[in-house]
């Protein structure tokens, strides 16, 4: 955690009034600020931290934290704040505090990640310290991001690993699966998969797709749905006996989910 302790003492109290009391990030918070910075724009697989609405999202590789309860705090760093520094975002990690400080120099605006201990323990020393440019413009001096081409074929016509092939659907997808990224074979989709198909749950129109774990597909699992409209994920993935919801799919939903998993997974053998 950064050490000016006083800052952090007086965060509850200078909480910004653009932080909803849903833990969501206002329009105006979202325009000055959102969007994906990382520390090399012109090479999409370095480490990246993205600010949503309602969440702030560490991504390097494999290595993914995620924090919710989304908060703007102008004040966080006290009297002491450099010139540069316009705001912090803080969010609620697994391990604790996530946070990411902007900055705006002459180049645009720029993050540098925080937090509490074993937050940063887990991002690791070296990438704490880096500068994450902004990369997809903004009220910022824009930067060129490369970015991975549009699907070249529609969800229908594909498996699973489909949802990966689109920048917004994927993103989409790792944001639903959280923590569950660790899972190489949810994180990449690559194990068996049929193809997927359009069904109506609870009113609304989805993708459903269906992924296992190559070589364990009885014990290692998910149904996912994709609202297109929406750009959502809902989901259920099951582990060697334990069943994890993603997305925080509404109860009409979770319903189905559990309907769609059995007919895929236990109505015959996988």
């Known amino acids: ?13 200078a909480i910004s009034t653009s932080a909803s009391a849903q833990g969501k990030l206002d ?5 000055a600020f959102g969007g994906t910075y990382q520390v090399d724009c012109s090479n999409n697989t370095s480490p990246k931290a993205t600010v949503f609405a309602d969440a702030l999202v560490f991504l390097d ?12 705090a102008a004040s966080y760093y006290g009297p002491s704040q450099p010139p540069e520094y316009r705001t912090v975002l803080l969010s609620q990690a697994a391990g604790g505090q996530l946070l990411f400080a902007i900055y705006q120099d002459k180049s645009g605006y ?3 990640l925080d937090g509490e201990p074993k937050v940063m323990a887990a991002i690791g020393k070296l990438i704490s310290t880096q500068k994450f440019r902004r990369c997809d413009g903004g009220t910022s001096k824009p930067v060129q991001a490369s970015a991975a081409p549009p699907r070249k074929y529609a969800l229908l016509e594909l498996s699973a690993s489909g949802v990966l092939d689109d920048p917004k659907s994927r993103a989409a997808f790792q944001k639903a ?18 193809l997927n198909q359009q069904v109506k749950v609870a009113g609304t129109d989805y993708v459903l797709l269906s992924a296992c774990k190559n070589r364990d597909c009885a014990e ?20 060697r006996g334990k069943s994890t919801l993603v997305g ?12 769609l998993w059995k007919s895929e997974w236990r109505s015959q053998p996988k």
């Open 1 to 13: 955690m950064n050490p000016r302790t006083l800052g952090a003492i007086i965060t509850l109290a």
């Open 27 to 31: 329009a105006h918070t979202m325009k």
């Open 61 to 72: 590789g494999d290595k993914r934290i995620a924090g919710s309860k989304v908060e703007a």
């Open 110 to 112: 720029y993050l540098k």
């Open 177 to 194: 699966i959280g923590p569950l990224i660790r899972e190489s074979w949810l994180a990449k989709l690559d194990g068996p998969s049929p």
């Open 220 to 239: 290692n699992n998910a149904v996912l749905l994709y609202s297109v409209a929406q750009d959502l994920v809902y989901g259920k993935v099951y582990q």
């Open 248 to 259: 925080t799919p509404p109860p009409a939903v979770v319903s189905e989910l559990e309907k």
